[in-house]
């Protein structure tokens, strides 16, 4: 798991732009599927086929950045956001490009630094001329933080926690699934920081019974943090609600249920603000039940986010044993009928 | 000229009908089919059965006011529709409901005011219609609740092939929607011009429910503002820097072999184009590309200036280029230039 | 009325509230089923025979705004967050039930005057700043409290004066009972339509049920009815409605021009009072999701008047209630398949 996530954490994919990170990805999991494909937006089916339940398991690999709007005359980058970024994280980060072109964000002279905006600040990648910072960056490129993973004892500080932490769960969950009647779809969507917006498209393609989305969340056990009850090690959590989503009440049991049979430490979690791909994927068609398994995660949106490995082992563990269940959508989900 | 009267049509977000009719008159000759659905969007198609099948988008609605309530003096009380900046509406001219009934946005004179007022901005709720009336009962007797007011405005020519007027958004993307649909192209084409957009882009997501193509093309108009006081980083475009290409925008992001396809399109036919540099605000292609199992779309837009406001500036040289570039990118779709699906 | 606004039912956990609302339903319609979401549609069939029949939906949404719990803290106090949007400044010193393990009785406490410095006491309370207080140890709260739990503010409906009554959740269990009404009125008349009334989930959250239940139902013509604003000092006088004048019927881009205008002639030819509310845009209730699901539905909207919304004492008249429930049956029987073909537009 620990090489499994630093590989994701490094690999290049901001919204908009996954083919590395997507690539990566395909060939982690190509082995252990019937078949991958990818849409016209970038997201990566990778699907085992079932008889049972059509279950839809959505793991983001899009992580936040900088898009280029405008290059200057002396070949400094001017850029605007591309996902949730906090300029003042941004002062003096090191950045990335596809190309592998890397930077430094510097910033304009400002009196009050809490009037940091993103509008301030431009994207340096030691370039003389416009000419010369044509050569290697276009218009519309996006970098992101340029950062190596590291491991401090059972835990890992990396970029873009959020969320190949996720994707390596249900990476590791594909590999490790035992057989069963349920069809898979782990779908590797594109987009979300966006918006939510390959797993709208891919939940509508798919038609599942339900789905999960697998993501990170925040957590309330740093010196004076905003009141959550998550805490990093102390297990995956089974989401009761955020801004995009209130988790179907029949899915939180049944995720409860199978932790506690399982010896499974989890938490529950309500995030007041901030959504997942759950949301997008329960608002399909005719309604979707949907829940979502989050892995805390502390320093959320900044390069030096941390993860705890147990959490990520439980979760695997979670995501595997509800997806070999045998899952009777009936019982699950009555309908009433007079 | 079609630009001009589709400028000085009223058609405010809900209230398209002028600019359908208009349009319908115009193009009915010149495609296979004409509908309409539950929200009023304009359908016209021609060459049923080609294959790819293109929608190619405008939206009619203009930004405008809503009639919500009298004054005992007859002065109507009015909310906006979309987005306007409340500052542009001070001192103009209007006109409400399907008669156009003439009304003026007055302001309080300046002599009358403190010198602390005269540094505000006049908000809505100060803000008033006046139709001439001297009480309630003669202005319910030309205007209802619920009545639109649209900015009163006709077209003129100014400085270097430019034009002044209201409504540009999106009337000139219309314009180039109704010219593309006089031609012939070797796909299906289903032309959409849209309603409410500015209001939340309600229209096209129905539109493109219904259609359901493989691609779509969104003609839209952008802001300009590349005026003094304004650094060049933020002028989103420039005037007479030809049509703009969307990144990105909060509703959007463009994939890269929409960026390709298109810069490619127009530097093979040698059509001036730049990128909007701004990635907020949204346009009909952000709900239509996530229609369905995804819709791969492009957005091309005319620069404008004082966008929203009744005096607004648009370059002819660029709008034929928006023209020039939608028919390029239609040609290179058409000719197999887009891959429509995923890969295995 | 009293049943169904005493239960609870917040965005996401509408089960006890649903069954309520289909036991009174059930005994005036032909089917009724539940999808898996939670909404709840009611069929009442027409009498049109001739090919298929149109297809009115109707839209009341079940869920209320309400409290969750999210963190445990010591000393057994409860911190929550709103479901839905609630002002933090109307729930101080208000009761609570806690639904955790077993019904808890609360308070969501506030500092004690005498204790609080001079220029806190023009700040209004933050949601973050408050608590729950079962008045239990943090051991035992936690054996019966989780995170995730729902607390409502305690309220039994309150009889004013005349028709008056306040009451929690009014928003939106006054459509529900709008929509019972019209069923009840539907029994004595002739409608060729199909009718399917829907208690709608999550509306409070951003109109999510409606979105799923018209996607099913595809109908013809879609209906929402919910709560608007009646007028109290401050709000500005176009802002608002009056209690007691019948219905508002709403005008703008969210509604089908020629909806509203058959919903007003009815009005008229049965001198059933109504206001007029025009609105600019995508209005905060059913209407807006239903509008622009599959390829567009025409639409139309029916508001009850009512003061201090998204608080626990909202206020309305119940005169308002029958008379649009009556509206909306006459509105209904007036639908055959030659009105649904006139809706394509112009």
Same mark, same amino acid.
């Given at each position: 798991m620990k090489e499994l996530l630093k590989k994701l954490s490094e690999t290049y994919g901001p919204s908009g732009r996954e083919e590395q990170i997507s690539r990566v990805i395909r060939e982690e999991i190509k082995d252990y599927v019937d078949e991958t494909y990818t849409d016209n937006m970038g997201n990566l089916y990778a699907v085992k086929k079932g008889s049972g339940a059509k279950i839809m398991v959505a793991a983001h690999m899009d992580e936040i950045g900088m898009i280029v709007t405008h290059i200057d005359d002396k070949g400094f980058l001017r850029f605007s956001n591309v996902g949730g970024l906090s300029p003042h994280v941004l002062l003096g980060q090191r950045v990335i490009f596809a190309n592998g072109s890397q930077g430094t964000? /510097?910033?304009?002279?400002?009196?009050?630094?809490?009037?940091?905006?993103?509008?301030?600040?431009?994207?340096?990648?030691?370039?003389?001329?416009?000419?010369?910072?044509?050569?290697?960056?276009?218009?519309?490129?996006?970098?992101?933080?340029?950062?190596?993973?590291? !491991?401090?004892?059972?835990?890992? %500080? /990396?970029?873009?926690?959020?969320?190949?932490?996720?994707?390596?769960?249900?990476?590791?969950?594909?590999?490790?699934?035992?057989?069963?009647?349920?069809?898979?779809y782990a779908v590797f969507t594109s987009q979300e920081e966006v918006g939510l917006r390959g797993s709208r498209i891919s939940t509508y393609r798919i038609n599942p019974d339900l789905g999960l989305a697998v993501d990170i969340t925040m957590v309330g056990d740093t010196p004076e943090a905003p009141t959550m009850d998550v805490s990093l090690g102390k297990g995956p959590t089974v989401k009761i609600k955020d801004a995009s989503v209130i988790c179907h009440p029949r899915l939180k049991e049944k995720l409860s249920e199978i932790? $506690?049979?399982?010896? !499974?430490?989890?938490?529950?979690?309500?995030?007041?603000?901030?959504?997942?791909?759950? /949301?997008?994927?329960?608002?399909?068609?005719?309604?979707?039940?949907?829940?979502?398994?989050?892995?805390?995660?502390?320093?959320?949106?900044?390069? /030096?986010?941390?993860?705890?490995?147990?959490?990520?082992?439980?979760?695997?563990?979670?995501?595997?044993?509800?997806?070999?269940?045998?899952? $009777?959508?009936?019982? %699950?989900?009555?309908?009433?009928? $007079? | 000229m079609l630009l001009k009267r589709l400028s000085e049509a009223s058609g405010a977000s809900g209230d398209e009908g002028e600019v359908r009719s208009l349009l319908k008159e115009e193009l009915s000759l010149h495609v296979e089919e004409v509908t309409t659905d539950a929200l009023g969007n304009l359908y016209l198609k021609k060459g049923f059965g080609r294959k790819p099948r293109v929608m190619v988008a405008a939206h009619m609605d203009e930004v405008g006011l809503m009639v919500v309530g009298y004054e005992k003096s007859g002065l109507l009380r009015v909310v906006k529709v979309g987005?306007?900046?409340?500052?542009?509406?001070?001192?103009?001219?209007?006109? @409400?409901?399907?008669?156009? @009934?003439?009304?003026?946005?007055?302001?309080?004179?300046?002599?009358?005011?403190?010198?602390?007022?005269?540094?505000?901005?006049?908000?809505?709720?100060?803000?008033? @219609?006046?139709?001439?009336?001297?009480?309630?009962?003669?202005?319910?007797?030309?205007?209802? @609740?619920?009545?639109y007011a649209t900015f009163t405005a006709k077209v003129r020519e100014a400085g270097d092939n430019c034009l002044i007027g209201k409504a540009f958004d999106n009337r000139a993307g219309c314009a180039v929607l109704a010219e593309l649909l006089k031609e012939d192209f070797d796909l299906e084409l289903n032309a959409v011009f849209t309603v409410q957009e500015e209001v939340g882009l309600r229209g096209a997501g129905v539109a493109a429910y219904s259609i359901h193509p493989d691609v779509a093309l969104v003609i839209e108009t952008t802001a300009a503002a590349d005026v003094v006081g304004s650094k060049e980083a933020a002028y989103v475009t420039k005037l007479g820097d030809g049509p703009a290409l969307t990144l990105m925008d909060s509703t959007y992001m463009a994939p890269q072999q929409i960026l390709d396809l298109v810069a490619e399109t127009a530097e093979k036919l040698a059509i001036p184009y730049q990128f909007r540099r701004l990635t907020?605000?949204?346009?009909?292609?952000?709900?239509?590309?996530?229609?369905?199992a995804g819709i791969l779309s492009a957005v091309i837009s005319i620069p404008c200036r004082y966008i929203h406001s009744p005096a607004s500036i648009i370059n002819l040289d660029d709008w034929q280029n928006t023209l020039r570039l939608a028919r390029g990118i239609l040609n290179a779709i058409a000719e197999g230039g887009l891959r429509l699906e995923g890969t295995a | 009325m009293k049943d169904i606004c005493e239960a609870p039912g917040v965005s996401g956990?509408?089960?006890?509230?649903?069954? +309520?609302?289909?036991?009174?339903?059930?005994?005036?319609?032909?089917?009724?089923?539940?999808?898996?979401?939670?909404?709840?549609?009611?069929?009442?069939?027409?009498?049109?025979?001739?090919?298929?029949?149109?297809?009115?939906l109707l839209a009341a949404h079940l869920d209320e705004i309400g409290l969750m719990v999210t963190k445990i803290e010591e000393g057994g106090f409860l911190r929550f967050s709103a479901v839905g949007g609630i002002d933090p400044r109307t729930v101080v010193g208000q009761e609570v039930i806690l639904y955790g393990r077993e019904k808890l009785s609360g308070v969501i406490g506030v500092k004690p005057p005498h204790l609080t410095p001079a220029d806190e006491l023009s700040k209004g309370h933050k949601m973050?700043?408050?608590?729950?207080?079962?008045?239990?140890?943090?051991?035992?709260?936690?054996?019966?409290?989780?995170?995730?739990?729902?607390?409502? +503010?305690?309220?039994?409906?309150?009889?004013?004066?005349?028709?008056?009554?306040?009451?929690?959740a009014m928003?939106?269990?006054?459509?529900?009972?709008?929509?019972?009404?019209?069923?009840q009125e539907l029994e004595r008349l002739r409608h060729a339509a199909d009718v399917y009334a829907v208690a709608t989930v999550q509306e409070e959250v951003g109109v999510r049920g409606a979105a799923m239940a018209t996607y099913g139902v595809v109908p013809d013509i879609g209906i929402a009815v919910d709560v608007t604003h009646a007028e109290m000092p401050g709000v500005l006088e176009h802002e608002a409605c009056k209690l007691g004048k019948g219905p508002g019927i709403t005008v703008g881009p969210n509604i089908h021009p020629k909806i509203s205008e058959e919903i007003i002639r009815v009005a008229k030819e049965y001198r059933l009072p109504y206001q007029l509310e025009a609105f600019p845009g995508p209005t905060g209730t059913d209407a807006r999701a239903i509008q622009v699901t599959r390829g567009g539905i025409p639409t139309g909207l029916l508001s009850i008047p009512l003061r201090y919304m998204h608080t626990s004492v909202e206020l309305l008249d119940m005169d308002d209630l029958k008379l649009s429930g009556r509206l909306l049956a006459y509105f209904i029987a007036g639908v055959d398949s030659a009105f649904v073909e006139g809706l394509s537009c112009c």
């Open positions: 964000v /510097g910033m304009e002279k400002l009196e009050e630094i809490n009037k940091l905006k993103l509008e301030k600040l431009y994207i340096d990648i030691g370039a003389t001329t416009k000419d010369d910072a044509r050569k290697h960056i276009k218009v519309g490129d996006i970098a992101t933080y340029h950062r190596e993973a590291t !491991i401090v004892g059972n835990r890992v %500080i /990396g970029k873009a926690m959020d969320n190949r932490a996720g994707c390596a769960v249900l990476v590791k969950a594909i590999q490790e699934l035992a057989q069963t009647e349920n069809e898979v932790a $506690e049979k399982n010896e !499974i430490p989890y938490q529950y979690e309500v995030l007041t603000a901030g959504g997942t791909d759950a /949301g997008a994927i329960h608002l399909t068609k005719e309604g979707i039940p949907a829940g979502v398994i989050s892995i805390p995660c502390r320093y959320v949106h900044t390069p /030096g986010e941390m993860v705890d490995l147990d959490d990520l082992a439980h979760a695997v563990k979670l995501l595997k044993a509800f997806l070999s269940a045998p899952l $009777e959508m009936r019982e %699950i989900f009555p309908c009433h009928l $007079e | 987005s306007i900046d409340d500052r542009v509406l001070a001192s103009k001219v209007v006109s @409400i409901g399907k008669d156009r @009934i003439a009304g003026v946005i007055g302001a309080k004179a300046v002599h009358l005011q403190k010198p602390d007022e005269r540094t505000k901005a006049i908000d809505i709720n100060n803000l008033y @219609i006046d139709l001439g009336v001297r009480s309630q009962e003669e202005a319910e007797k030309l205007v209802k @609740i619920g009545d907020t605000a949204g346009t009909d292609a952000g709900i239509i590309s996530q229609t369905h | 956990y509408e089960e006890y509230v649903a069954k +309520i609302v289909r036991a009174a339903f059930c005994a005036h319609v032909d089917e009724v089923r539940q999808d898996r979401m939670g909404n709840v549609v009611f069929l009442k069939r027409g009498s049109d025979s001739g090919g298929r029949r149109p297809r009115i973050e700043d408050l608590h729950i207080d079962v008045a239990l140890t943090e051991e035992s709260a936690r054996k019966l409290v989780a995170v995730g739990d729902l607390a409502l +503010i305690r309220r039994e409906l309150i009889q004013l004066a005349g028709s008056t009554v306040a009451a929690k928003d939106d269990r006054a459509g529900l009972a709008v929509l019972l009404s019209c069923l």
